[in-house]
């Protein structure tokens, strides 16, 4: 831990004072006491993030001190985080707010109050030890007295990201907003010991007092699961022990990840990430984890010595990225609400200056997920750049093969090459929903290499793809012949000279996505040929795999194995149309012998439903998600308890869905220029809802008449037009509001 201050001297306000600040790994910045920013956000050496922040509001006239608290856990970093070495650097944006640029007139001091706590939950880095007594208070305030300090030295000169330029780190300007940062205050306490029962303090009216040689141990409720940083105001208590426990749930079996209802605790095993304090008798101590924490429950444990340890006080600030809730979806079944609501939390909290996974146990940015989490984005915020993002950090990721890396920003490289194929999807999804035809562009010469990776390893002899190098992860059923999680699988079978069918229809999806996007940038050649490859495949895989005899596809030649996953994507490839799809469809939800598709992969089997005339099938086919809200999850897990995380950002699909397929709003040309809205209500008796669209926004209420009539009250924004759907019919749709009685 490196404490950096400069002090310095304005004659009068100024209206702008921009700067230029990044370090390695990790910064808070203050100015004259105030906490202003941290980052930088997360990339790799070769795109090394800065900020750029106008901190004028936070001067006066007279002495001003800025102070920068960075931090680096080296080994004991998440995998998330990549490191050249520990450093600082802050750039006035013109002469004027040069003055503070770093260099030998700021000062350092190596704080040894922190040290990191290496537990088993390792992947999103240490967690840590807090000794209070070595701790500078005060030293990021103009009035601390810091002529002890050294004189910091420069290290390494601040270069941009210009490929002519040659340095280990080449800078890039940060690309996102800053996270939010809301008061959030506890429900409840729901258990304690050694300590008379006291919520006052959650409140900051009153304090809850643990006496000498008293050990305390509360546990505390949020009510629902949170991303936060937790802040305790704490006096006294010379000595003293705290240890905070962060916990999704308690478990009722550990080795097993099995929780239960998530809104009982009693006789469960409190088992989870924690810090530890240790205080130095002071009064009104604060204290504030260096980063956020994720939490539904935390485990005070106050192991106080010859002092009383008094908590003043205790919340939490909720912290995310600023996803705005843009959209919106009512009907007349009123259990959805809860559904909506918490696949939006859901969201909220999978996603900080990345996209991830699970905000508890990873935080890591995987392209499987982000793929699904990037159309709930669009749809619900209208919020663009966090998917650019993950875009170009899947592209920076990629691999002298050409493949992208299956999770990105990591220390730890992985490669999943189908996940390689839902990059190239998720340009293809960009350039549908939104309009920046030079950040597409930049991408197509990468897709064309993930592509024609997969296209080496086609079998000659049989036209399919087998078995792939690295892993072929697919899903998570715990069903053979699919191992499942637990023995390190979620793959299919298939080997070259068998040859699987998933894989081989994965490929031919984004075969078919991408030679759209290349015929779109005049690259028709390309595009032919793609298209012509994946006809081949599809009549090879149909020929091979397709089951006369069950009227399915199997996932092998030799038709050893059936899943859903295979008949999806022979869906929504095209490979089984018609009449033919959808009797296929409705055989592979009813068929329980199948390998089942788990939470992630649902979200692919209400498209195929959707393509195959079975969308109004999907509010009935949400039980997975009404399961979990039965158990208490306030997020929705990676999988079906029991379930390692209860908040993974794949599950969330229901914010999409239900405007997309239930509402039935899609792009039907590029960049949403176009709106198609097709209806699939099932058993609702109405729905209304509303979604940014580039133009604006687009509001939609619909009430059945009768068994097949409908009234549509639908609003296009400016200069956007299409078509409405129903009962096999297109009926034109125009700027502005217009009401629908079919």
Not at 21 to 43: M, Q
Not at 124 to 135: D, H, Q, S, T, V
Not at 166 to 187: G, I, Y
Not at 506 to 527: N, P, R
Request: with cysteine.
């Amino acid at each position: 831990m490196l404490q950096f201050r400069k002090s310095f001297t304005l004659a009068s306000l100024t209206e702008k004072f921009v700067i230029n600040i990044s370090a390695d790994n990790r910064y808070w910045l203050f100015v004259n006491g105030e906490r202003v920013c941290t980052g930088p956000a997360k990339g790799d050496v070769a795109h090394w993030r800065f900020e750029t922040v106008d901190i004028a509001k936070y001067l006066s006239s007279g002495k001003n001190t800025i102070a920068v608290q960075v931090w680096n856990l080296g080994e004991y970093a998440g995998w998330a985080q990549l490191s050249y070495k520990t450093g600082l650097v802050i750039q006035g944006n013109t002469q004027f707010e040069n003055l503070v640029n770093t260099d030998e007139s700021w000062k350092v001091y190596q704080s040894n109050a922190y040290f990191p706590l290496n537990d088993d939950h390792r992947v999103i880095g240490a967690r840590e030890l807090f000794f209070m007594p070595k701790y500078t208070f005060g030293w990021e305030k103009p009035e601390y007295d810091d002529s002890k300090w050294l004189i910091a030295i420069k290290t390494e000169d601040a270069i941009s990201a210009n490929p002519n330029l040659q340095s280990n780190r080449k800078l890039v300007q940060r690309n996102l907003p800053f996270p939010e940062e809301t008061m959030q205050r506890f429900a409840s306490i729901r258990e304690l010991t050694g300590v008379e029962k006291n919520e006052g303090f959650l409140k900051r009216k009153g304090k809850l007092t643990v006496n000498p040689w008293a050990k305390a141990t509360i546990l505390i409720d949020q009510n629902y699961l949170t991303t936060a940083y937790p802040e305790l105001l704490i006096s006294g208590g010379k000595g003293a022990k705290i240890t905070l426990k962060y916990m999704e749930a308690p478990f009722e079996n550990v080795k097993e990840e099995r929780k239960g209802n998530r809104n009982e605790v009693a006789g469960k095993i409190r088992d989870g990430i924690f810090d530890v304090i240790y205080l130095d008798g002071e009064a009104n101590r604060w204290y504030r984890p260096l980063t956020y924490r994720t939490f539904r429950y935390i485990e005070l444990t106050i192991e106080a010595y010859l002092e009383p340890v008094e908590i003043e006080d205790f919340y939490s600030k909720f912290t995310a990225y600023p996803f705005q809730e843009n959209a919106s979806f009512t009907c007349s079944d009123t259990s959805i609400k809860a559904i909506w609501n918490t696949s939006w939390r859901t969201v909220r909290l999978c996603a900080f200056e990345t996209y991830m996974d699970c905000p508890y146990y990873e935080q890591m940015q995987y392209v499987g997920d982000t793929r699904i989490q990037a159309l709930i984005s669009l749809y619900v915020s209208g919020d663009e750049r966090l998917m650019k993002n993950a875009i170009n950090q899947y592209a920076d990721s990629r691999t002298e093969e050409g493949l992208t890396q299956s999770r990105y920003p990591n220390n730890l490289k992985q490669i999943i090459p189908p996940f390689s194929l839902f990059w190239a999807m998720m340009v293809h999804d960009f350039w549908w929903h939104k309009s920046d035809d030079a950040f597409v562009k930049s991408h197509l010469k990468g897709i064309q290499e993930v592509l024609e990776w997969h296209i080496n390893k086609i079998d000659p002899k049989i036209n399919m793809l087998g078995s792939l190098p690295h892993w072929n992860f697919v899903d998570w059923p715990n069903q053979w012949p699919w191992l499942g999680q637990d023995k390190g699988s979620g793959e299919p079978q298939g080997d070259l000279s068998k040859g699987s069918a998933i894989h081989t229809l994965q490929l031919v999806y984004a075969l078919e996505k991408s030679a759209a996007l290349f015929y779109a940038f005049g690259m028709k050649k390309e595009a032919s040929t793609y298209n012509a490859i994946a006809l081949k495949l599809k009549q090879a895989t149909k020929a091979l795999c397709w089951d006369t005899k069950k009227l399915m596809m199997a996932d092998l030649p030799d038709k050893s194995e059936y899943s859903q996953h295979a008949n999806i994507f022979a869906v929504l490839t095209n490979t089984i149309e018609g009449e033919a799809a959808k009797a296929l469809m409705q055989k592979t939800i009813a068929d329980k012998t199948l390998v089942q598709c788990t939470v992630y992969y649902r979200f692919y089997l209400n498209q195929a439903m959707k393509k195959a005339g079975l969308g109004d099938k999907y509010i009935e086919m949400l039980t997975p998600w009404r399961d979990m809200l039965k158990i208490g999850l306030t997020t929705f897990a990676e999988k079906p308890e029991p379930s390692r995380s209860d908040c993974h950002g794949w599950s969330a699909s229901p914010n999409y869905d239900l405007l997309a397929t239930v509402l039935g709003i899609e792009p039907s040309t590029a960049a949403f220029k176009t709106v198609r809205i097709a209806p699939n209500l099932g058993e609702l008796t109405f729905a209304e809802g509303k979604m940014p669209h580039p133009n604006g926004e687009i509001k939609v209420s619909l009430k059945r008449n009768g068994k097949y009539g409908i009234s549509a009250t639908i609003s296009l924004p400016e200069n956007t037009n299409g078509t409405f759907h129903w009962n096999g019919k297109d009926f034109p749709l125009k700027t502005g509001l217009q009401d629908l009685e079919l």
